[in-house]
């Protein structure tokens, strides 16, 4: 029940709520729920993979989200989401609600600023300018890609950047190609495609 409450009060933005709860217990922080997804209080601030009425972002998520890593939640935490392991980043990245709220870089950044890694433990979209990409979310995984310093061939083609593609591709496999292949057709990068079927 005190898991159930804390995590109304983090889709809910009550911030007053939950930092109570976690004054008075900050094991809270790090407690899973009973649900088969096994999620952290953290998980739900990604409105992924959890309940799906409390898959939605408040507008102070950012608040939120540093109160429960201040009071000492895992950032790379793992749960059962969609039959993969999965961290609070890979739901993230991959979700509408904060792309919606404006809110889904801010916590991402947030998320890494505290420990998160960019290529992160799990079974599943463990890089998270390749998750940003796979979803759709090419301005998130722009600004990802400046934080990473380096991009693969598959990130570079998602990105759109030609030029990358070009010097990465003699290095890259057939599967790397192919992906990449899928990836630039998928967001229209036209002039990507053209190079990889050259």
Known sequence: RRFEAAAEAVVLGDEHTLA?????????????????HHATLLHYVAANGVEGARQRTPPNAVAIATL?????????????MYEQRCTTLSMLLSSSPPAEAGLQLPLAELLLD?????????????????????????????????????????EAAG???????????????????????ALAAQLGHADVVVALLD
Not at 20 to 36: F, H, Q
Not at 161 to 167: H, N, P, T
Request: aromatic share 4%.
């Open 159 to 181: 990105l759109g950047r030609a030029d990358d593609v070009a010097r990465l591709l003699s290095g890259a496999d057939a599967r790397a190609r192919h992906a990449a292949f």
């Open 68 to 80: 429960l890593l201040d009071a000492g939640a895992e950032p790379d935490a793992l749960a059962d």
């Open 114 to 154: 505290r420990g998160a890694g960019l290529l992160g433990p799990g079974t599943a979209w463990r890089s998270a300018v390749l998750t940003a990409l796979v979803f759709g979310f090419v301005d998130t995984a722009r600004a990802l890609s400046q934080r990473a310093g380096k991009t693969s061939l598959v």
């Open 20 to 36: 109570g709860m976690l004054r008075d217990n900050a094991a809270l922080a790090r407690e899973r729920s009973v649900r088969r």
